[in-house]
């Protein structure tokens, strides 16, 4: 059997770090420095691969199931193994990738986060967290880990230690793919674009963070000195009396603007620049389209500035990304928690809440349940579990729900369902063919999580108003609502 050798370009690194301003996932500072080497065997082309990971049962990432029996792991700069993984974290993935564009074996697995500290903020209606002077972007996509109770934005604390993984969109905003919890003492760590150097006082910022780097190693720095406009990563154990970061090491990431020509890339991103359909970044890495280029969930046309997309291809002699086939990864605003009316694990799909859902190699599968199956599959899953879904209505007009986030979690009566409205009674509305039915005791709420009278509501909602219910399942197909609210789609 043919395969594609993948390995770890210094460009890929700068992608996984952010590639400064323009944006990316996160990858070690150590990384940058002594990027591993290419994987021997194979037909000895070179690529990587990065993006979320999806499930376990070997390593899930971008729709590719690669075996791991052999991989080596580097987690946030040290030695570690699969099991400091988590759903949801973005990696790179170094190996082989089989000719059905399915499977692999991986030789290397890369983590890092993109920032460790202590939460500064919380903005529960924004949808926003801020952490280390990083404004942390949580939607429909970003996993919790279920030690925060609940395991969502409402879990978290100010002045609790979490991790971020996930992408940095165009704004410099980072899009949380995964958020975990951390003991006290774990050392803080942040990456961003060296601003406002002051090096009479040893200072600079990373957006709204203020470093100290007085006793700091500087690493990979050109004659030993920071500069602005340097994509840095900054670790340190405290925060001094002011709010600044004291920084123990300071390390100047890789900013190659490309790998060699030939090699494969498939990244997950934010467009980060946008000038055409032809002529645009992805996370920081430029990329072109052609006429065989291949478009899935959308068009050339729906491309733009802060779009999500996996792009897949060969880089050329000017190192620039010819993209074979763009996905666009449209924003997920339906909601779904509740029991399992029925599975049907051959067929990739389940029902809840009368709602169809169906899952494929992209859905991120997690057990949050006690059971705490790994992976979960649907063949884990039986009718009665309490499931959260988190995706999209697809195809359009069709009722059922392509998963993007599936969880299984421990047995509760509460049912939700957020979506768009497909029509409006006196006292009622659907969404997905689901009845939502309001009463006398029924809590109104606007976009800002203020009460509202049930008569504002009934008069604002409309078809394709974006609303989410709490209540209780009466049937299949109706829920008793305690509670709804308008959201904002992401």
Same mark, same amino acid.
């Given at each position: 059997?043919?395969?594609?050798?993948?390995?770890?370009?210094?460009?890929?690194?700068?992608?996984?770090?952010?590639?400064?301003?323009?944006?990316?996932?996160?990858?070690?500072?150590?990384?940058?420095?002594?990027?591993?080497?290419?994987?021997?065997?194979?037909?000895?082309?070179?690529?990587?691969?990065?993006?979320? *990971?999806?499930?376990?049962?070997?390593?899930?990432?971008?729709?590719?199931?690669?075996?791991?029996?052999?991989?080596?792991?580097?987690?946030?700069?040290?030695?570690?193994?699969?099991?400091?993984?988590?759903?949801?974290?973005?990696?790179?993935?170094?190996?082989? @990738?089989?000719?059905?564009?399915?499977?692999?074996?991986?030789?290397?697995?890369?983590? !890092?986060?993109?920032?460790?500290?202590?939460?500064?903020?919380?903005?529960?209606?924004?949808?926003?967290?801020?952490?280390?002077?990083?404004?942390?972007? *949580?939607?429909?996509?970003?996993?919790?880990?279920?030690?925060?109770?609940? &395991?969502?934005?409402?879990?978290?604390?100010?002045?609790?230690?979490?991790?971020?993984?996930?992408? @940095?969109?165009?704004?410099?905003?980072?899009?949380?793919?995964?958020?975990?919890?951390?003991? &006290?003492?774990?050392?803080?760590?942040?990456?961003?674009?060296?601003?406002?150097?002051?090096?009479?006082?040893?200072?600079?910022?990373?957006?709204?963070? *203020?470093?100290?780097?007085?006793?700091?190693?500087?690493?990979?720095?050109?004659?030993?000195?920071?500069?602005?406009?340097?994509?840095?990563? &900054?670790?340190?154990?405290?925060?001094?009396?002011?709010?600044?970061?004291?920084?123990?090491?300071?390390?100047?990431?890789?900013?190659?603007?490309?790998?060699?020509?030939?090699?494969?890339?498939?990244?997950?991103?934010?467009?980060?620049?946008?000038?055409?359909?032809?002529?645009?970044?992805?996370?920081?890495?430029?990329?072109?389209?052609?006429?065989?280029?291949?478009?899935?969930?959308?068009?050339?046309?729906?491309?733009?500035?802060?779009?999500?997309?996996?792009?897949?291809?060969? @880089?050329?002699?000017?190192?620039?990304?010819?993209?074979? $086939?763009?996905?666009?990864?449209?924003? $997920?605003?339906?909601?779904?928690?509740?029991?399992?009316?029925? *599975?049907?694990?051959?067929?990739?799909?389940?029902?809840?809440?009368?709602?169809?859902?169906?899952?494929?190699?992209?859905?991120?599968?997690?057990? $949050?349940?006690?059971?705490?199956?790994?992976?979960?599959?649907?063949?884990?899953?039986?009718?009665?579990?309490?499931?959260?879904?988190?995706?999209?209505?697809?195809?359009?007009?069709?009722?059922?729900?392509?998963?993007?986030?599936?969880?299984?979690?421990?047995?509760?009566?509460?049912?939700?369902?957020?979506?768009?409205?497909?029509?409006?009674?006196?006292?009622?509305?659907?969404?997905?063919?689901?009845?939502?039915?309001?009463?006398?005791?029924?809590?109104?709420?606007?976009?800002?999580?203020?009460?509202?009278?049930?008569?504002?509501?009934?008069?604002?909602?409309?078809?394709?108003?974006?609303? $989410?219910? !709490?209540?209780?399942?009466?049937?299949?197909?109706?829920?008793?609502?305690?509670?709804?609210?308008?959201?904002?789609?992401?």
């Amino acid at each position: 059997m043919n395969a594609l050798r993948i390995t770890v370009t210094t460009a890929i690194l700068a992608v996984l770090a952010g590639l400064g301003a323009c944006g990316g996932g996160g990858d070690g500072a150590g990384l940058a420095a002594n990027p591993p080497q290419p994987p021997t065997g194979g037909i000895g082309r070179n690529g990587f691969a990065v993006g979320p *990971v999806s499930n376990f049962g070997s390593i899930i990432v971008n729709g590719v199931t690669y075996n791991t029996d052999a991989a080596a792991f580097t987690i946030n700069d040290a030695p570690g193994t699969q099991a400091d993984l988590s759903v949801g974290d973005v990696v790179v993935v170094v190996g082989t @990738i089989d000719d059905d564009g399915l499977t692999g074996t991986a030789d290397t697995v890369l983590f !890092d986060d993109l920032v460790t500290g202590p939460v500064e903020s919380i903005d529960l209606p924004g949808n926003t967290l801020t952490v280390l002077g990083q404004l942390v972007l *949580v939607s429909p996509e970003t996993s919790f880990d279920d030690s925060f109770s609940p &395991a969502s934005l409402e879990g978290v604390s100010i002045g609790q230690i979490v991790e971020v993984s996930g992408q @940095i969109n165009a704004n410099g905003d980072i899009v949380a793919t995964r958020i975990e919890p951390k003991p &006290a003492g774990t050392q803080f760590e942040v990456h961003g674009t060296v601003a406002s150097l002051d090096n009479t006082n040893m200072r600079f910022n990373l957006r709204d963070l *203020v470093v100290d780097f007085t006793n700091a190693m500087l690493d990979n720095f050109p004659g030993g000195q920071i500069s602005d406009g340097d994509f840095v990563e &900054a670790k340190g154990l405290m925060l001094n009396a002011n709010g600044e970061l004291v920084a123990a090491r300071v390390e100047l990431e890789a900013l190659v603007p490309g790998g060699n020509d030939g090699d494969r890339l498939e990244i997950e991103g934010f467009i980060t620049r946008f000038v055409s359909a032809t002529d645009f970044d992805v996370a920081g890495f430029p990329v072109t389209t052609t006429a065989s280029t291949v478009f899935e969930g959308g068009v050339a046309g729906d491309l733009g500035l802060n779009i999500k997309v996996e792009a897949e291809g060969d @880089i050329d002699s000017n190192g620039v990304l010819v993209a074979t $086939k763009i996905d666009i990864r449209r924003a $997920k605003a339906v909601r779904a928690t509740a029991n399992v009316d029925s *599975v049907d694990a051959a067929n990739d799909s389940l029902v809840v809440l009368g709602i169809t859902v169906t899952v494929d190699a992209l859905t991120r599968l997690e057990d $949050k349940s006690n059971a705490d199956v790994e992976p979960l599959t649907l063949a884990a899953i039986n009718a009665g579990d309490y499931i959260e879904v988190r995706g999209d209505e697809f195809p359009a007009g069709s009722g059922g729900v392509l998963a993007t986030i599936l969880e299984r979690e421990d047995p509760d009566n509460e049912a939700e369902l957020q979506g768009f409205v497909e029509t409006v009674g006196a006292t009622s509305y659907t969404v997905l063919g689901v009845t939502i039915n309001t009463n006398g005791g029924t809590v109104f709420r606007d976009e800002n999580d203020l009460v509202i009278s049930e008569a504002d509501f009934f008069n604002r909602v409309a078809v394709n108003s974006l609303v $989410k219910a !709490d209540g209780t399942e009466v049937s299949s197909m109706a829920i008793t609502a305690t509670e709804v609210e308008f959201e904002v789609e992401f």
